[in-house]
């Protein structure tokens, strides 16, 4: 089409006295147009020739920080999400000009209108992920594609822009490549990363936002659990509701999580370490604070069975969840592990019945953060649910495999797939 389009304009403009565009191009033509087929496919082409600039890697600006920050150590003492590092990236997009050149910029605060959507609407979306050091010195990602397939879902859900996940990718890259000293080289520790979109127009009103700001911050953190697997209680929290169907339970946005800090303090006052989310009449599990959540137990049946809720809208689409159906029904398939995998609506009182007939084998949550965080009780119904966590008391047999296994891909000790990405 484009081609043909270029040899009717130079036909049309070489017999024209003056070089106006050929009237079939013009939105208010289309009267003088004796093919409306034929218009309707030039004036999509006329658009996509004047359509907003995508986010291109290859115009990556750099500005370096003219004075380094003091690095933390990288031990015991290192708290989580409190030591940025020197740089972060930054992406300013607008409806009409699309994305501008990406930056790596010196940390530093933002400036924003008082009428921002992202302050008034929570117009704003997220991601959590995380680099690695191997003995090598390398520096990896886990599974990234996976991180800006959920972010772009995040925006399409909240009418923010989506972007091309491999361009943002190769932008993260290079903001790694340029902050890499900040990347801890010890075993458990990482560097965490915060992809974010806020919408940054400067007009009030509910409606979808024209301009926004990409943006990613990165912080050294040490492991989950400083001394081994410690596990949790829990309490089953039925009064309040963290998704529902039609909501934005899938997505990562700031939304999700802040109607959930009063039910997480009620909870700490009450002697319990999270919320473990419940859904309608019937009580259906869904996730644990801000983690998914897998139970493993013996069905009625017999069957070994890991359960974890399916993605039917309310559940986050977690990276780690995703990690670990995939790892088990592989562990599954051979003759060393007989586990059934399944991804189904199960209620808290199948949870109950289960550890009361003792069928009920371990329960963990599971998410970037901890990878596997253990649940050794959970209250429910006004009494307490005692969850098995193996012969130390601290994690089931299952939760301590998943945790080794996804770290040794993280860090690259074991391959696995294309999970383990080398920035180079």
Known sequence: IDSQIRSKAAVEQSDAVSPQLPRAWCADSSTHMEDPATALRLTDVKRRLSSPANLDAQKLQMVRAKENKPIPAFDETLPF?????????EVNWDAEGGFSAPR?????????????PCLHYGVQCFEGMKAYKDKEGKVRLFRPD???KRFNSSCARLALPSFDSTQMLSCLKE???TDSMWIP?????SFYLRPTVIATSSTLGVVPPNEALFFIIGCPVGPYFKDGFAPVKIIAESKFRRAWPGG??????????????LPQRLAQEAGYSQVLWLFGEEDYVTEVGAMNIFVLWKTKEGKTELITAPLDGTILPGVTRDSILALTREWSGGSAMEL????????????ADAAAEGRLIEVFGAGTAAIVAPINGIAYKGSEV????????KAGALAKRLYHALSDIQYGRVPFRDWSVVVE
Do not use: I, W
């Open 340 to 351: 059934e995998v399944s991804e189904r609506p199960f209620r808290m009182q199948e949870v």
């Open 248 to 261: 934005t339970g899938d997505a990562k946005v700031g939304g999700n999580y802040a109607p959930g800090l």
């Open 104 to 116: 790596v910029v010196p940390f530093h605060k933002l400036e924003l209108d008082p009428a921002a």
């Open 81 to 89: 999400g409190k030591n940025f590092s020197d740089h972060m990236l």
């Open 146 to 148: 996976m991180n800006m």
């Open 185 to 189: 080289d010890r075993d458990g520790f």
């Open 386 to 393: 005692a969850v098995p966590c193996g012969e130390d008391g």
């Open 175 to 177: 903001f790694l490549k």
